[in-house]
């Protein structure tokens, strides 16, 4: 059976345009989510992370486009750009592209866009991102609400197993949009400040805009310094509710178990835990229940939200390339904005960033739909 | 590739005002409008599931095509693996243009759907499976990802049978095709047979 690493990245965030930009503003625990105000978004100020159009554009524009593209577009070619650049790799039939984004292009449906609505459609932002880089085959886009980036990582390793393909990229990403915004605060979910997960003050999430990508990889001689084996991976519904997590945690301590066991590894092998801690009341609730019952309570644990907000498509991407270089790094980053727990059940919350020794890693997602992700992580050659 | 086989269990097909299982008219309406025709076949299917008139479109198509399939299923580890081309566009346009009016709201009860994945998580519901679910989206039907993908599911114990296909929703034009995948069964799991199965008028 072949080893699926996961190698090259790229953030192109409210930090800056790589992933070391994110990675040294994270280790000055400086958060990338500020207040906006702008009725044109929406009605009342909102809290979040953006990226400067004036920059992307400009970044953009270095990669000499010979045709218009979308903001949303423009921000997943500069960010896919730099990983296909790094990794050398010719873009044959071996060579697979997985897109993960929530909404994709969306922003094209508002009355003053000057892009056809078609571009809205999924398979059109596959088809821009394909023929801008000259992939082979035709893009996979997966649409799976909140868990689109961990399992987009999960489905390039399957792709892989089955002999498809050799190589994958992996790109995600969303935008804050009114649509977006609207939608979490018609539920009353968002924060006017910036978020705190599983503290006994968290009051809903910040909404973050953020493109990643990836090279997942059977290669081990494409291998950055960061390099992680995928050691194991697992899915599942909650069957409970479309818009709310199961109250037992069922559907992510399932995905739990199953993640350990094709890992082979038990609670006390995992070294730290990128939860995906939204900081509302529900969700860090259940996750505190399906952690316990998978008697991962004791290990260190954060939620990287307070960083970047949520960033939808990207979130399990980007938590996953910042947990790579968690390893790399031997470092334990602050849940930031985390003071005193507000979940009914233990956990490790880390802190205070600190040095510390680790090997492996545990990401996971929940989202809309009732659907769960987990996926076990591990330094390479060990 | 893996060396294992699996076969197509059976497949259904909602299409021109009608509901097939296996090749044959189990529903048929002179209904042209959607949302009718839908809510007629979940009358005369005897489908179990009161919270299906709170749905969107698109869920609704998913479910009934799923519904058929899945009654008789007694094992509960079904992977779900849809797609489709419109992903929930039906209803994003909705919830966008809400906020387009004078007096702009958002409905929490319509931003919900504007996501394709919520039709797995009411197919789990309806069904109790607690399994895989993915949902991806291409420009026209892909037999290929779906078929690799699922011989992965299967072949490495993540799910017992896969419930696939395709389930598209958009300006009132519908399109589902959904087929189970297992250890046995009467058609062979290829690209080609998937293929000719998904052209079957």
Redesign the interface.
């Known amino acids: 059976m072949d080893n699926v690493f996961l190698s090259y990245n790229n953030i192109v965030s409210a930090y800056g345009f790589d992933t070391n930009a994110a990675i040294e503003s994270i280790k000055k625990e400086e958060s990338g989510l500020k207040v906006f105000d702008d009725s044109k978004i929406l009605?009342h100020p909102f809290c979040a992370s953006m990226i400067n159009s004036v920059k992307l554009f400009e970044a953009y524009q270095q990669l000499q486009p010979k045709e218009r593209h979308t903001r949303l577009e423009q921000l997943l070619l500069v960010s896919l750009s730099q990983v296909i650049k790094e990794s050398k790799l010719e873009l044959t039939e071996r060579v697979g592209l997985i897109i993960s984004t929530?909404?994709?292009n969306?922003d094209v449906?508002?009355?003053q866009n000057t892009f056809p609505e078609d571009r809205?459609?999924?398979?059109?932002l596959?088809?821009q991102i394909k023929a801008f880089f000259g992939f082979h085959n035709?893009a996979?886009?997966?649409?799976?609400?909140c868990v689109s980036g961990v399992?987009a990582i999960s489905?390039a390793k399957?792709?892989i197993?089955?002999?498809?393909f050799d190589h994958v990229f992996v790109v995600g990403g969303d935008l804050v949009t009114?649509?977006i915004l609207?939608?979490?605060?018609?539920?009353q979910a968002l924060s006017a400040e910036p978020c705190r997960p599983f503290c006994n003050t968290r009051a809903g999430i910040n909404i973050g805009e953020l493109g990643a990508s990836i090279l997942v990889t059977k290669e081990d001689t494409r291998l950055a310094p960061e390099s992680v084996l995928i050691l194991g991976d697992?899915?599942?519904?909650?069957?409970?509710?479309?818009?709310g997590p199961s109250r037992t945690g069922?559907?992510l301590f399932?995905s739990l178990r199953?993640a350990m066991e094709e890992a082979g590894l038990t609670a006390d092998d995992i070294d730290y835990i990128s939860a995906h801690g939204t900081a509302t009341q529900f969700n860090d609730e259940m996750e505190a229940i399906a952690f316990n019952r998978a008697g991962l309570q004791q290990v260190p644990m954060n939620s990287l939200k307070g960083y970047f907000g949520h960033t939808l498509g990207a979130s399990g991407l980007v938590e996953t390339i910042i947990g790579m270089h968690s390893l790399h790094q031997n470092v334990l980053f602050a849940s930031k904005g985390f003071k005193a727990l507000g979940v009914s059940e233990p956990l490790n919350i880390i802190e205070k960033t600190t040095s510390k020794k680790i090997n492996t890693f545990l990401k996971t997602a929940s989202g809309?739909?009732?659907?769960n992700t987990a996926a076990i992580f591990q330094k390479v050659g060990l | 590739m893996s060396t294992e086989n699996f076969h197509i269990e059976s497949y259904s097909q909602i299409r021109n005002q009608s509901v097939s299982l296996n090749g044959e008219t189990i529903f048929k309406s002179a209904e042209t409008e959607f949302n009718a025709f839908i809510k007629s076949a979940y009358k005369t299917l005897d489908t179990q599931y009161p919270k299906f008139f709170k749905m969107d479109q698109l869920s609704k198509l998913a479910l009934i095509a799923s519904d058929i399939l899945l009654k008789t299923e007694t094992d509960k580890n079904v992977a779900l693996v849809l797609s489709n081309r419109a992903s929930s566009l039906d209803t994003d346009r909705k919830h966008q243009a809400s906020l387009q009016e004078q007096e702009p709201y958002a409905s929490p009860a319509v931003f919900v759907y504007t996501l394709p994945n919520i039709c797995l998580g009411e197919i789990s519901i309806k069904n109790g499976l607690l399994s895989e679910n993915s949902f991806f989206i291409f420009d026209t039907f892909n037999a290929e990802y779906l078929q690799i993908y699922a011989e992965h599911l299967l072949s490495t114990q993540k799910a017992k049978k896969v419930l696939c296909g395709w389930v598209d929703f958009d300006n009132g034009k519908y399109d589902a095709f959904l087929y189970v995948v297992a250890k046995n069964g009467i058609f062979a799991h290829s690209k080609k047979e998937i293929n000719r199965l998904y052209k079957t008028e």
């Open positions: 009605s929530t909404k994709g969306i449906l508002e009355a809205a459609y999924l398979g059109e596959g088809k035709e996979i886009v997966l649409s799976n609400a399992l489905v399957r792709f197993r089955q002999g498809r009114p649509f609207s939608g979490f605060d018609a539920f697992a899915s599942s519904n909650d069957a409970n509710h479309i818009s069922e559907g399932k199953l809309f739909g009732g659907c």
